[in-house]
């Protein structure tokens, strides 16, 4: 968290203000880095497959989707409050002793007995109102879920595309929760990021689309470059699953505070179609243009969160080592050093003049120039060159492009590889060829 501040990764929301509880800002490295990730996934899941299609839809909604989709009535979390120092918990926080609204149940915050109340149910949904009035006929809410943006338009996108089921509707973007417990950084966040799809399938064949679902977005994970032995499966079992799932499967990673989930994959059935198709009467039943037969198709979804998925690449790219060989000329350096996967890397590369005389910086600012109409680079002439280096590990910056005394001479540049610390001269002119080849992956 301290390095994320620092560098520019993330902020806290409002925080000259003391802060707004579990909102954050992405500062210069966070936004890119995040929308490298969400660029990742919309190529893989829209840009090259032929049978999904993308969507924007928007925030707001009509409210009786949210009576449709079950969240008025079923999107909720027990909710335990302590009539002693006021705080709030999930009935089902493990730090809670006993039994909540009994004698026995020991406030985790204030150590009380017996000031725990029993649980009431607490809905997760944000309310607004929309228009002058605030009333409750005005009460709008702000979507909990970017899915069932998806799901009011599948007609809409189906006949517009000229699709066919088996097909898909993906989309990014925000979400709302008014979570009871948030925290752990941008794990549980009260406004946060989502990228969904959901894919359409004929009743029956739901179990063989989910098996090939959850292949697919556990070999996507891996390609972020997260270490296999951090990620594993977890099966939710009936307590768990959610209101509209008959099953589902999370991807979880050891965060520093333990297996947690930052993508689920669920069969959704027809649930959520058939409540839309019985709420707002309308037919949203399709025709099977081969075998005539019509159905309300079952909705197998993936949904990873952006900002989580964000977290466990910091998590899993955050290494403090000891810097060996040249670079520590004066013995046992250590190093905090980001391995983020070069293509998901906030910059691509730094470009230093070794001094900043001797035509040095010119040559340096011309390489600059050159490389930044490509990629997002970065340009530092200040401090020593070891402490320059050291600057660009933190941010995860791949590429360090120095331009020293043999530079001018005969326009080859060194370029470091912030891994393995090695060096190589390549041309000036050859940079950009020589990093395309590098970041691509
Ligand atoms: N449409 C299905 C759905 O929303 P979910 O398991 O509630 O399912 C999916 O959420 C993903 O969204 C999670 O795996 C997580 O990555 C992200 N997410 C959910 N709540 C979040 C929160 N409060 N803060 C940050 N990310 C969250």
Redesign the pocket.
Known sequence: MSLAKRRGFVFQSSEIYGGLGSVWDYGPLGVELKKNIKERWWRSMVHERHDIEGLDAAILMHPKVWEASGHVSGFTDPLVDCKHCKNRFRADDPRIKGTPGQPDAQCPVCGSKGTLTAPRQFNLMFKTFMGPVEEQAAVIYLR????QGIYVNYLNVLQSSRQKIPFGIAQVGK?F?N?IT?GNF?????E?E?M?MQFFVKPGSETEWFEFWRAERMSWVKGLGIRDEKLRWHQHDKNEL?HYAKDAY?IQYEFPFGWQ????I?NRTDFDLSNHQKHAGKKLDYLDPKTNERFIPYVV?T???A???SLVVLCDAYREEEVRGEEAADGGEQRVVLKLKPSLAPLKAAVFPLVNKDGMPELAHRIHDDLRRHFNVFYDDGGSIGRRYRRQDEAGTPYGITIDGQSTQDQTVTVRDRDTLKQDRVAAGKVVEYLTQKLAG
Do not use: C, V
């Open positions: 909990p879920e970017t899915a979400a929760r979570e948030p941008i794990f549980r966040t009260r946060f989502q969904e959610a999370d989930e930052f993508e689920g669920h979804e949904s990873a969160g900002d989580r998925t």
